[in-house]
């Protein structure tokens, strides 16, 4: 995941992408330690809105404009 942010972010989509959402169950403990040491701090806790959003969230922000 940093390999990818950081081409993303190195040059590639630098001026096209302003940030990269990571969106995981709430209940995935794994995939919220993989976000943060990927670089990709917790932003909210979205809640779910079925039909769009079935299950409450973490969302992880990283680029510009990111916390």
């Not at 081409?7 to 993989?34: K, P």
């Not at 079925?50 to 404009?65: F, K, S």
């Amino acid at each position: 995941m940093r390999a990818v942010t950081t081409w993303v972010f190195g040059g590639v989509g630098a001026e096209m992408v302003g940030n990269i959402m990571l969106v995981h169950d709430v209940q995935n403990a794994a995939s919220c330690r993989v976000a943060m040491m990927s670089g990709y701090p917790f932003l909210e806790l979205r809640f779910a809105k079925p039909p769009h959003w079935l299950t409450d969230a973490h969302i992880h922000v990283a680029g510009r404009g990111a916390p």
